[in-house]
């Protein structure tokens, strides 16, 4: 079971970036995903969640507006539009997955699968 993240890169302030989370392995169909980020001496942190049909989505307060995340069943991927980027987003982001028939949640230990970090930076 592998999550591999991309899409992650260098924009100006007030770009946009699309990340994309491809699953393997296995199905992640039934399972909710998310996106979390960790920027430098910060704890990681939950920045939007989708459910397994997609009809739910979260988003932290902080990005709302301006990322939407959405999933392509058919493909294994979930992925994650991000614009009017600040410096502030700058930071490593991850992919998630939960077992599946779990609902879609903010809180990281219910994600069961991790993907390895893209470096989002976002320069002023």
């Known amino acids: 079971v592998q999550l591999q993240a991309s899409g992650g890169g260098l924009v100006q302030a007030g770009g946009s970036l699309r990340l994309s989370c491809a699953a393997s392995g296995r199905s992640f169909s039934s399972s909710a995903m998310g996106w979390f980020r960790q920027a430098p001496g910060k704890e990681r942190g939950f920045v939007a969640g989708i459910s397994w049909t997609g009809g739910s989505t979260y988003y932290v307060d902080s990005v709302k507006g301006r990322f939407t995340i959405s999933r392509d069943n058919a493909k294994n991927t979930v992925y994650l539009r991000m614009n009017s980027l600040k410096p502030e987003d700058t930071a490593v982001y991850s992919c998630?997955?939960?077992?599946?028939?779990?609902?879609?949640?903010?809180?990281?230990?219910?994600?069961?699968?991790w993907g390895q970090g893209t470096q989002v930076t976002v320069s002023s």
């Open positions: 998630a997955a939960t077992r599946p028939g779990v609902g879609v949640t903010t809180n990281n230990a219910r994600y069961d699968y």
